[in-house]
């Protein structure tokens, strides 16, 4: 039963560590920021299992994370009485990486420890950043709800592997002891980690509390929910220490909005807008996103829910004052009043959205860089906000190698007589750029977007006008610009030649192609290619017939 076994670590886990031993070394205090995290998070699980089960409190209802040093052992020990770790748990969690996104990881690895650093930091190394000050950590853990004598002890030199042996435990909750390297031992002065502690982990939820050699126990953190504070109390360091937490990630965040929502349901929203893509954005399954809480107890953690898929890069925590704290999961996301809540807080994100777009150009092509592909997608699937979501919509065009363009700045400078938002869709800007179904709108001076996401064929499906001008594509149906008046163009509608003109040759190329082609016609589309394929006005675009065979549809 009672065996030490010791197991290998993943080999990205080896990786990892070697990598972050080495690149982090000048960021070393984080991990005390991390245990910290991972030990209030572990309070929110335990919290959350309680509302069915109260017995899990044991007696130790409150919760808290206790740090001491010994300095003679050249140890810092952190504590928690949060959910704990059964011994399957401590093997999924503690010497593998589950993280969705973790080979793409890998694959962008350089080789830089200075640009790897960065990347290192992004992806986030949480529990093994340990092993930049410790060359031994050893983890005792007891899962609530488990007798004693089913505790857990991990212990490794971060070299490879781990050892695992079964334990008792007395209290419920996880202890991790950190052997301090040599030379690691400023860590060991109370000065130095009360000072790392607020600065990092100040906004932590619940009581950080040092002991000293005397068994004297101070409080070091606030201790209270940031997002339940009052915003003109909290600075912007705290919002963004704060996001780190909740956004699992080292960046600032680039926006946020904080707001406290009254009426038929009472809520608090922090939403923020990360500085860069996470490497999950583009895995379904991803879960880190907005945190949901009622009163203050956390509930659930899972973007789909709380936000729509297009909107899965926001980050933030929502809390909400009136509902029914021992709702399930699954109860809670069927009833009405979240549906509200959710509504809302969608509102508060195109807020956000908005004001970034409207008032800080520069970073909003940040967002519109990293997830504008994403909020595309919300054109089609939240009817509702769609015409907001489309008026943040930026777009190359024939007038912007950028994408910068938005349907409000096309409209506002369509030429006389036009009446509708041209597009293109093609695979590339340069594919885009060469159709031959832009002459005409070259000529004309004719703007005329530029559409080569994936996304837009789906975009374009669902916006079929925008501010009452209705969308079109330039590849797609009859075409008729001869209200927009031009010399140049003038000139070459007259020599084009006339239909009637052209009668018998435009029979013999319908019977030639007559398999291939519904009909042939004069246009006027074109000025300098002799011909080109044109879609009826309600068929598939030929861009999209062509992406779906080469998905084999
Ligand atoms: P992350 O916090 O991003 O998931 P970490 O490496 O920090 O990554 O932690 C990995 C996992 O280990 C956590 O998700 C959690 O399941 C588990 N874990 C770490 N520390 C604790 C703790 N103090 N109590 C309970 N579980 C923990
Ligand atoms: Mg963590």
Redesign the pocket.
């Given at each position: 039963e009672n065996v030490k076994e010791t197991l290998g670590f993943q080999a990205e886990v080896k990786q990892l560590l070697h990598l972050m031993i080495h690149s982090l070394y000048s960021h070393k205090e984080i991990f005390v920021r991390?245990?910290c995290?991972?030990?209030a998070?572990?309070a929110d699980?335990l919290r959350f299992e309680a509302l069915n089960d109260g017995a899990l409190y044991e007696d130790q209802p409150e919760l808290k994370i206790w740090i001491s040093a010994d300095k003679e052992a050249k140890t810092l020990t952190?504590r928690?009485n949060?959910?704990?770790?059964n011994r399957q748990?401590?093997i999924?969690?503690?010497g593998t990486?589950?993280?969705s996104g973790t080979k793409e990881f890998f694959g962008k690895l350089t080789g830089d420890q200075q640009k790897d650093a960065q990347l290192i930091g992004q992806f986030?190394?949480?529990?093994?950043?340990s092993f930049i000050v410790a060359d031994k950590v050893t983890?005792t853990?007891r899962r609530a709800g488990l007798t004693q004598e089913h505790g857990v002890r991990w212990e490794s030199e971060g070299s490879g592997e781990y050892s695992l042996e079964t334990v008792d435990k007395d209290s419920r909750?996880?202890e991790?002891v950190l052997h301090m390297k040599e030379g690691e031992t400023e860590f060991l002065e109370e000065w130095r980690i009360k000072a790392v502690i607020r600065q990092y982990s100040d906004h932590i939820a619940i009581p950080i509390v040092f002991v000293n050699d005397k068994g004297e126990e101070e409080t070091v953190n606030k201790a209270n929910a940031l997002w339940a504070r009052s915003k003109n109390d909290i600075t912007e360091e705290e919002y963004k220490a704060f996001y780190q937490h909740v956004g699992?990630d080292y960046e600032d965040p680039l926006a946020w909005i904080h707001a406290r929502v009254e009426g038929r349901q009472d809520y608090t929203v922090l939403l923020y807008v990360p500085a860069h893509a996470p490497f999950d954005l583009w895995d379904r399954e991803a879960k880190?996103g907005v945190k949901l809480y009622v009163k203050r107890v956390f509930i659930m953690e899972d973007a789909r829910k709380l936000m729509p898929a297009y909107l899965r890069f926001m980050r933030g925590v929502i809390d909400a004052a009136d509902l029914p704290l021992n709702v399930s999961r699954e109860i809670l996301q069927q009833t009405k009043d979240m549906e509200m809540i959710r509504a809302g807080c969608v509102k508060k994100a195109l807020d956000l959205l908005d004001d970034l777009a409207e008032n800080r150009r520069d970073d909003y092509a940040k967002v519109w860089e990293n997830f504008g592909e994403v909020l595309k997608e919300g054109v089609g699937e939240d009817h509702a906000n769609k015409d907001r979501i489309a008026g943040l919509c930026r777009f190359r065009s024939t007038a912007s190698d950028e994408p910068t363009v938005s349907l409000a700045d096309y409209i506002g400078r369509m030429k006389e007589g036009q009446d509708k938002v041209y597009y293109v869709t093609a695979d590339s800007l340069a594919a885009a750029k060469s159709s031959p179904h832009l002459e005409i709108f070259r000529k004309k001076g004719i703007e005329v977007l530029l559409l080569t996401d994936r996304v837009d064929e789906w975009l374009v499906s669902h916006l079929f006008e925008f501010d009452g001008k209705s969308l079109a594509s330039v590849a797609k149906g009859d075409l008729d610009l001869s209200a927009v008046k031009s010399e140049a163009a003038d000139q070459a509608e007259e020599e084009a030649p006339k239909a009637e003109e052209a009668k018998a040759l435009v029979e013999r190329i319908q019977e030639a192609l007559k398999d291939e082609v519904k009909e042939v016609r004069v246009s006027s589309r074109l000025v300098d290619s002799p011909a080109c394929l044109v879609a009826g006005e309600h068929d598939m675009s030929g861009h999209l017939a062509r992406m779906l065979k080469a998905m084999g549809q």
């Open positions: 991390e245990l995290s991972n030990a998070d572990a699980k952190i928690d949060g959910i704990g770790m748990e401590v999924e969690h503690i990486i589950a993280k986030g190394v949480g529990f093994y950043s983890l853990t909750g996880t991790i699992h880190t």
